[in-house]
């Protein structure tokens, strides 16, 4: 039996969540986290001006998503009040008016075209308004999608304790595509998973649809994410059989009010594997046929289905190459099938072949800007944020900027494969907007990421984040209730990657946890300090990959793996000279890789920011860095504070014991443990093993401290 839409998201959300007053003593009542933030919780003192805002909701409109605005402001307004704001047609003091153009003669009668034209399909215009004599809110869109987004943003302002009496927010999202990718095995495993299993319930789909397939789709849209690839990169291609897109089509009606759409990772095998032809060859006319015909039976039963996520020529995945032929005509092959459709192919570039330069670093760039001109217009390349694997720190990838006439999205990954896989708190907000602001210069100052990724650089014609996602079956969906952090963090950043990252910690700090001023600003300061701490206690100072086993502890003496460049010595190569990776003009040029001065910068050594500079640099260890102190000693401070840093985290948690739900306290608190003994150990273990180099010890000042 199938669950219906306004069941699910009415009744999941549960009970009511508690206030806020600092005056609370006792810890209020325990949650489990699966409410994520969209708790709506009492806004305490503020209540009482929210509700004169909201007499009464007019939602006009009759399509499905206009039912999902109902249901959410009917549960959300009934746990922060205690009771349901009516949802009817009257135009009072504090109506709140939803609807478009087309929908609601009252929108339409506001005249909002300019501000409306300016907002496109998903954007929204949240405004105080007089109505027929009266003082309204009005939430106004082009389409039902653009009203739903509005109106999570009014819930947002409400549940961050913010006014919402004298509005005017006009918004739009920055990028098209802001996708989650999710790295699930239809056998229910998830690739770098770390909160359970697969969502997916694949045995069960497509008659049997759990409610919470409803509530992802809420808390996606309640962020802004209007997508999701639902499979591994890594793809089965199973995925692909008539059997299996029948469960993706249930899937994909679930999500369909809530905006978001359903992609899928392709093989590009699948005409071998699961077509039975001889040849998956790009320029095989039977193989061109075989895609057109697998993307006609997929939109017959998705029509708005957005597209194939493909890993090709990668750690053992097929692709073009394997036929002689390139990363372009293998995504073209795909895009011609899906165009007629309006569907898009987001080919890859995390390939990294040993045949086209030594360094893994460089490879990518090499191949891909010689391909920029060949690719269909429905192709975008979807690029991780730096040149190695979502490592604790990269500097930004070189091929953001550098093809002019390609579309380039980003990814990034918000499941914490090298930062800590949901034991360590860390929120990646900060190392986004690291990423985002950095500037490429690929048409002079002010070419940031963020602005290549709107197409505000080189125009473009399909623009996205997308982002690896952590969400598994785990009743708090994330693992690390903290981890939850960096699902929203996504979210917001592909809207607007203007927002600061100390904004986007407050606003879920305060939806997830309290309201509590002086809580809220200590939660905010560990979020914000928590990434560096991670890469002082890990790969400080510009080293990388660091890393072995399951790519959670450092292990920097990992010399052996079936590839050299899954060695951790490989990018580190201490030894008695020095450490670091040479990858200035001296070198091995990678740095000419990027637009000048960007190049310059990182290539010469004095100005080089010291977090790139072994990333970049092979330094001597008694080289002198910025703060006077040698290359060996200025690691071994790294080292001690990240693991003091780690400490202190922990007890800055303990000291907000009563301030949240003790059972969410405790069990962050549980995960603090880790971290805090991890980092430790972490440090000892790596200054021990480049010790054996640099044939110094560690300073007596350092160690001191930890001795007392
Ligand atoms: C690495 C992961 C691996 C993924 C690969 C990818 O370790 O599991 O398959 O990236 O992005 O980070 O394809």
Not at 63 to 76: D, H, K, W, Y
Not at 304 to 315: I, P
Not at 319 to 341: F, I, M, S, V, W
Not at 589 to 599: G, L, T
């Amino acid at each position: 039996m199938r669950t219906t839409l306004a069941g699910a998201a009415g009744v999941s959300l549960g009970g009511c969540a508690t206030g806020s007053s600092s005056l609370v003593r006792t810890p209020p009542p325990d949650e489990d986290g699966y409410r994520l933030w969209l708790r709506y919780a009492s806004p305490g003192a503020a209540a009482r001006g929210y509700e004169r805002a909201m007499r009464n909701i007019r939602v006009d409109g009759a399509s499905a998503t206009c039912g999902v605005i109902r249901n959410e402001l009917r549960a959300a307004t009934t746990a922060m009040f205690g009771r349901p704001v009516p949802l009817d047609e009257s135009v009072q003091e504090g109506s709140v008016i939803i609807g478009t153009p087309r929908s609601s003669e009252l929108i339409r009668d506001l005249n909002l075209g300019a501000e409306l034209e300016g907002v496109g399909n998903e954007g929204f215009v949240l405004r105080s308004a007089r109505v027929e004599g009266k003082s309204v809110t009005v939430i106004a869109a082009n389409e039902d999608i653009g009203a739903l987004y509005g109106a999570f943003h009014l819930l947002r302002l409400m549940q961050t304790a913010r006014p919402i009496a004298r509005l005017n927010v006009v918004e739009r999202p920055a990028v098209q595509l802001r996708l989650m990718n999710h790295w699930d095995n239809l056998n229910g495993t998830i690739e770098r998973g770390y909160a359970g299993r697969s969502l997916w319930q694949w045995r069960e789909l497509p008659d049997t649809l759990s409610p919470r397939y409803v509530d992802y789709a809420r808390a996606c849209c309640s962020i802004g994410i209007n997508g999701a690839v639902i499979n591994n990169v890594n793809a089965d291609v199973r995925i692909l059989s008539a059997e299996y897109l029948r469960k993706v089509a249930a899937l994909a009606d679930v999500w369909r009010p809530f905006g978001v759409r359903m992609y899928l990772s392709a093989n590009f095998a699948a005409p071998v594997r699961l077509g039975g032809l001889s040849t998956a060859d790009p320029r095989d006319p039977a193989v061109a046929d075989w895609w057109k015909a697998k993307a006609d039976e997929i939109y017959a039963l998705i029509p708005d289905f957005g597209g194939f996520l493909v890993k090709a020529n990668s750690e053992g995945q097929p692709g073009p190459k394997t036929y002689g032929r390139t990363h372009a005509e293998g995504a073209n092959l795909l895009a011609d099938a899906l165009a007629p459709h309006k569907g898009v192919v987001m080919w890859r570039a995390f390939v990294y072949d040993e045949d086209v330069d030594p360094d893994r670093a460089k490879r990518a760039y090499l191949e891909f800007t010689r391909l920029d001109g060949q690719f269909r217009p429905n192709v975008a390349v979807q690029v991780k944020n730096g040149a190695i694997d979502f490592q604790p720190r990269e500097p930004f990838h070189p091929l953001f900027g550098a093809m002019k006439e390609t579309p380039v999205i980003a990814e990034i990954q918000a499941t914490q494969e090298y930062t800590g896989q949901a034991k360590h708190l860390v929120y990646l907000g900060t190392m986004w907007k690291e990423f985002l602001d950095s500037d490429t210069h690929a048409k002079g100052e002010g070419s940031t990421v963020a602005n290549v990724l709107a197409g505000r650089v080189h125009p473009s014609r399909i623009t996205g984040i997308v982002s690896v996602t952590n969400p598994g079956l785990d009743t708090n969906w994330c693992g690390h209730h903290f981890s939850q952090s960096n699902w929203y963090a996504f979210g917001r950043l592909a809207w607007n990657p203007e927002l600061t990252a100390e904004a986007v910690a407050e606003e879920w700090t305060r939806m997830t946890f309290t309201n509590d001023d002086r809580a809220v600003a200590t939660i905010r300061r560990m979020m914000i300090s928590s990434h560096e701490s991670f890469v002082n206690y890990t790969m400080p100072l510009g080293l990388h990959h660091l890393i072995g086993g399951d790519h959670y502890a450092p292990m920097p003496w990992n010399n052996r793996a079936p590839r050299e460049d899954w060695t951790a010595t490989y990018y580190h190569q201490a030894s008695e000279e020095g450490i670091g990776f040479d990858r200035t003009r001296k070198g091995n040029r990678a740095v000419e890789q990027y637009f000048p001065p960007v190049c310059d910068l990182f290539d010469d050594l004095k100005s080089c920011p010291e977090k790139f500079l072994l990333w970049f640099h092979r330094c001597r260890w008694d080289y002198r860095v910025k703060s006077g102190r040698t290359l060996w000693e200025e690691l071994c401070v790294k080292y001690y504070e990240g693991a003091a840093q780690a400490a202190a985290l922990r007890e800055t948690w303990q000291s907000l014991a009563g301030k949240i739900d003790a059972r969410r306290h405790r069990e962050v608190d549980e995960r603090l443990a880790i971290q805090v003994a991890d980092a430790a150990k972490w440090r000892d273990q790596i200054l021990e093993y480049f010790g054996q180099f640099s044939k110094r010890p560690i300073p007596s000042d350092l160690r001191l401290t930890i001795d007392d």
